[in-house]
C-alpha cells in the first residue's frame, strides 16, 4: 500500500510569548486607541451586560457572528476581550474561528501561526496555539492553516472537547466567526458555545436579514445573547 503523503503545514509553530511585546493598536481598537472615548466605553456596556448574565463567574465561550461580511466581528471580538480584561482576574481568549477568512492576528500586528484548523486535525496542541499579547490577560489563538473542509472540522466532536479544555484554561472564550448568511460554521459553532453576539452594521443589514439569521442561530440550538451594532452613532447596543 503507497505510503499516506503527509501534507506539509505552512505555518509555523507560535511561541507562547513572541507576542507579548507587539503593542495592540489601530484606530478601530478602540480600548486600546482610545480608551477612554464614547466606543470604548459602549464596549464596556456591552462587556457588562455579558458578565451580568453569568453572575456566577463561570467560564463562557461567546460566539460573534453577523448576517454578512464585513459588519465589524473581527473589531467588536477584540475589542470585546480587551473589556472584559479589565476585570481584575479575567483571563479572555480570542479565538479566530473564520477559517474562510481570518483576521484577529492581522488586526492585532501579529505574524499567522499554527491555530485552531491544526489542533481540530490534530498536528498541533492546543498550548502550542496559544499566546499571551501585550494586553494582560489576553491572549490569542488564530485560525491556523486553512482548511478544505471548514465545516467538518468546527462541526467535529473534537471542537466540543478543545473548546471545553480551553474553558479550563480562560473565563472568556470569544470565537470569531464567518458570516451566518452565507457560511453554515457559526450557526454551528453557535450551538456548542454558551451564547452568541449578533454583531449588526447599521445602514448594511436590512432588519429582515438580521432576523433570518437570528432565527438560524437559535434554530441551531443557539443562545443569542444580544445584538452589538456598528457604524452608528450609537455604536453598540444590547437587548
Ligand atoms: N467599530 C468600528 N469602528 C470603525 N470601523 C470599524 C468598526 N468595526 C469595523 N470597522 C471597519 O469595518 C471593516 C470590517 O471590520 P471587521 O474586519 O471587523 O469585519 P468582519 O465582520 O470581521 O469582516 P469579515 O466578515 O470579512 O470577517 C474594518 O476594516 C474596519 O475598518
Ligand atoms: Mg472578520
Known sequence: MAKKTIQPTTLSQAEPDEARDVTIKGDE????????????????????????????????????????????????????????????????????????????EEKLGLPRRQGLADVLSGSCPIDSAIRATSVGGVHVMGAGNLPDNPSQLLGSERMRTVLGSLKRRFTYVLIDTPEALRISDASLIGGIADGIVLVVRLGLTPRHQVEQTHNTLEALGGNVLGTCLTGAEEENSYD
Do not use: Y
Not at 486600546?32 to 453572575?55: C, T, W
Open 29 to 104: 481598537l478602540s480600548l486600546a486607541s482610545d480608551p477612554r472615548g464614547r466606543v470604548a466605553e459602549q464596549f464596556r456596556g456591552l462587556r457588562n451586560s455579558v458578565v451580568a448574565l453569568n453572575p456566577e463567574g463561570a467560564p463562557r465561550s461567546v460566539v460573534l457572528t453577523s448576517s454578512v461580511a464585513g459588519e465589524g466581528k473581527t473589531i467588536a471580538t477584540i475589542n470585546l476581550g480587551l473589556a472584559l480584561a479589565e476585570l481584575p482576574g479575567t483571563e479572555v481568549l480570542l479565538l479566530d474561528a473564520n477559517l474562510h477568512s481570518p483576521g484577529i
